[in-house]
């Protein structure tokens, strides 16, 4: 049964929440867009049709404040809640708040949330459906006797995980039984403070591995998966530059990711956009789960790029109670889509942060490529929040000439007044390593350490 | 009192924190921001007497 939506009410910034108003205007509905003292003149801000202050530049007390966010959406007439990613988007309380209020909440129910927030538990219902996750234990730690002869069963090096952890936070390496003793106390510490659950979890450190993703969609009973993403190259665990399809898979192994992707998914009743993600071991070709993304990712575009499935627009059909009506023998892949994370930082003074004012822009365009930005010339980017400023997409025919394709993009963008990364991706895209594919989570630090330099930052 | 290479504050932009060091020792007399103000490139934060 389809529920009627007319006013969506945005619970974030920056490019995601263009990107939400774009899909809403486009279905007919109208938005509502949040924002913070800092914000009142963002590029989502002009775009969408009302705005509605949520607090001060802090995020803690605008975005990320749960009452501020449902009584402003509330006040504004709102029907239905979009968390974007980041902020609220993963908060089952959160969820759980806008559904009482009488919102529909644009992502899955809250419960689902919960279960597959949780590391351990995500873990457990991984094990049960037949997928695959990284050796390591099937729950909570309880303490360090523990956990000390579970990672004698697992194997050394392992990883201390916080089970509230993600985004790469949270996490330490242990490489044998003195360091473990030493780490995992901390580690519970800090989890408590920073997560209100000091609740761990071990598993076996994966030296070299590839970080790949599957994308799906569900309505709560059937899924279907936009094939998967190549998301290696890292910065400090946050992802600079993902591609899809993962180049590296046989048909085979694809295959078989991506359905181990569906089958955990419909065993939890998932309902709208989700990513699982995969360590991948080239050499041996296994695969293995990490953890769910409950919440439109960052690089969506590329496999909306490949499939030619608008992603966006589908989470907010299928949050207004539609069926979904793609059916996985529909869902071709077409060609090779890479992103390239454009972020206000300075690549001269090691990827400081570098908000400021924009005082010129020339945007990219041509056959097969997409920018998704908060940009426009004359915007100030506050301080405040991430440094993420825009993504850049190629699409082409082969990978090969998708990189050759981003590259002359980045060769068009110009943004004026601030340092941005854009050089990073330019030498990234020349890169012969980069070009052959040959990369894991760890290739990208290794080589910003290593001489000669990656790129020339005077240039 | 603080000595050189002591951690005053924190300095968060885009959510990287920068820590603000002592490079000249003595008493910390004042606090020019509050906790969570925002600050800008050049502004003092603090005055402290040699």
């Keep these: ?19 939400v108003i774009r899909a809403a205007r486009e279905l007919g509905l109208s938005t509502v867009q949040a924002v913070s003292a800092a914000d009142t003149n963002m590029l989502a801000a002009r775009l969408a049709d009302a705005t509605a202050l949520v607090g001060p530049a802090h995020a803690t007390k605008s975005y990320l404040n749960k009452d501020a966010v449902v009584q402003a959406a509330l006040e504004s007439g709102c ?31 809250p419960e689902t949330i919960r279960q597959m927030g949780d590391k351990a538990r995500a873990r457990q219902e991984a094990f049960a459906a037949g997928v695959p996750s990284v050796p390591g234990t099937e729950g909570i730690v309880a303490d360090l006797e523990t956990a000390k002869s579970e990672a004698a069963r697992i194997g050394y090096p392992v990883m201390i995980k916080a089970a509230a952890g ?63 993403r190549e998301c290696s190259l890292q910065r400090r665990r946050q992802k600079v530059w ?50 769910m993304n409950t919440r439109i990712q960052v ?28 059916r996985q023998e529909d869902i071709m892949l077409k060609g090779h889509a890479i992103e390239a994370r454009i972020c206000a930082e300075d690549l001269a003074a090691d990827f400081r942060p570098s908000p400021g004012a924009v005082t010129g822009l020339s945007v990219p365009g041509g056959f097969g490529v997409r920018f998704d930005s908060l940009l426009y010339a004359g915007y100030t980017v506050p301080p405040f929040y991430d440094s993420l400023l825009g993504k850049l997409v190629s699409h082409d025919v082969t990978r090969e000439a998708a990189i050759t394709r981003l590259d002359r993009a980045l060769g068009e963008l110009m943004i004026d007044g601030i340092p941005t990364t854009v050089a990073l991706h330019r030498a990234l895209a020349a890169d012969p390593t980069v070009r052959r594919g040959a990369v894991h989570t760890r290739w990208l630090e290794e080589r910003l350490a290593a001489s000669p330099p990656l790129f020339d930052h005077l240039s | 009192m603080v000595m050189v290479g002591d951690t005053i504050g924190l300095i968060e932009v885009m959510k990287s924190f920068t820590p603000v060091i002592v490079e000249e020792a003595g008493k910390l007399i ?21």
């Design chain 1, 79 to 109: 029907d239905a809640m979009h968390p974007g990613y980041g902020f609220l988007s993963e908060n089952a309380d959160f969820a759980e708040m806008v559904e009482k209020a009488g919102m529909i909440f644009i992502g899955p129910r």
């Design chain 2, 30 to 50: 004042v606090f020019h921001v509050e906790n969570e103000d925002a600050v800008m490139p050049g502004q003092p934060i603090c005055d402290i007497e040699a």
């Design chain 1, 299 to 326: 690089e969506h575009p590329v496999s909306e790029m490949v499939t030619g499935v608008d992603i966006m627009r589908e989470m907010i059909r299928i949050a207004m109670g539609e069926k979904l009506v793609l």
């Design chain 1, 242 to 291: 993902e591609e899809a399809p993962a180049f590296c898979l046989k048909p085979a192994q694809r295959e078989a990711l991506c359905a181990s992707a569906v089958r955990l998914a419909e065993r939890v009743g998932y309902r709208g956009a989700g990513t699982l993600e995969y360590l991948f071991d080239d050499e041996t070709g296994e695969f293995f789960f990490i953890e």
């Design chain 1, 166 to 228: 993600g985004g790469g936070r949270g996490i330490r390496i242990a490489r044998d039984e003195a360091e473990l003793a030493t780490l995992f106390p901390q580690a519970s510490g800090e989890a408590l403070a920073a997560f209100g659950n000091g609740g761990l979890y071990l598993e076996r450190f994966i030296g070299r591995a590839r970080h790949i993703e599957v994308q799906i969609l569900g309505d709560g009973e059937r899924v279907v998966h936009l094939f998967e």
């Design chain 1, 1 to 19: 049964m389809t529920k009627s939506v007319s006013k969506i009410f945005i619970a974030n910034r920056g490019e995601i929440a263009v990107r």
